[in-house]
């Protein structure tokens, strides 16, 4: 049982798995400082210096506060910022991906758009291979005496 999952472990496929969780995890911070520096700051700009990462909405009348975690303090409300941040979040993640997959089918589509390399070997050694590998043939057919 050791053995079997010895050789499970150690196939090509759970080694590119692992390495792809790690680099995912790493380009995972990568994005999210993105968009939390660079470009949640542009959209705040956009939108007249709206931060969506604090924005709710109080459902109950008692929830004066302005902020988000003085608000939750105070009762229930409906915290839509994170969400949108979140949203944001993801669809930048879907779009790079969508390039790295795009850019990858591209090199995959020219790499079998190069032609097969001929054997550089000349003719005539070709043919004298094949009429040796023909007579070796042969002579194990042959009838011993």
Known sequence: MLQEFKE???KGN???LAI???????FSGLVNSLV???????VAVLT????FTNKFVALSSVVTATSLEAAREQGPVFAYGKFVTLTIN???VAFI???VVKG?????RKEEAKPVEVSKVPRQEKLLEEIRDLMAVATDRAPRA
């Open 14 to 16: 759970m080694v590119d």
């Open 20 to 26: 792809g969780i790690i680099i995912g995890a790493a």
């Open 90 to 92: 993801f669809l930048i």
């Open 48 to 51: 007249g210096g709206v931060d």
């Open 8 to 10: 499970f472990a150690l």
């Open 104 to 108: 990858m089918n591209r090199m995959q």
């Open 97 to 99: 991906l969508f390039l």
């Open 36 to 42: 939390s520096d660079l470009f949640m700051p542009l």
